[in-house]
């Protein structure tokens, strides 16, 4: 026997919420400031945060995590940089892989992948 789920009538979902029918119109934000823009509330920067496409994971050791959250940190306690794990760890990529393309053989990274 099929089980059949009962929805609510289109009435019952867009009938009105205040006595009398009569629904309170709320203020529009100004033209400049909208709840998204990075004006809408004072002082308030934007994240620097952005959207990426693509993801891997990467296991730490435990001491290597604490070493990433104790880098987060100096950077925020010392710099005034509120940066998350992602974040500094994309930097320190950009680091390594910008000095493989200029050092070549010289990089810090091909001579620590050849110690190990």
């Known amino acids: 026997m099929p089980r059949?789920?009962?929805?609510?009538?289109?009435?019952?979902?867009?009938?009105?919420?205040?006595?009398?029918?009569?629904?309170?119109a709320v203020p529009?934000?100004?033209?400049?400031?909208?709840?998204?823009?990075?004006?809408s509330a004072v002082g308030k920067r934007p994240s620097g945060r952005i959207r990426h496409d693509?993801?891997?994971?990467?296991?730490?050791?435990s001491q290597e995590l604490m070493q990433i959250e104790q880098a987060r940190l100096v950077l925020r306690g010392e710099h005034g940089l509120a940066v998350d794990r992602g974040r500094l760890v994309r930097e320190?990529?950009?680091?390594?892989?910008?000095?493989?393309?200029?050092?070549g053989e010289g990089s810090d990274l091909v001579g620590r992948l050849r110690e190990s």
Do not use: M
Request: charged share 30%.
């Open 4 to 24: 059949r789920v009962s929805l609510p009538a289109a009435d019952d979902l867009f009938r009105p919420t205040v006595e009398g029918g009569e629904l309170r």
């Open 28 to 39: 529009d934000a100004p033209p400049d400031q909208t709840p998204d823009s990075p004006d």
């Open 54 to 61: 693509e993801k891997i994971t990467v296991y730490v050791t």
């Open 92 to 103: 320190a990529l950009h680091i390594v892989l910008g000095d493989l393309t200029e050092q």
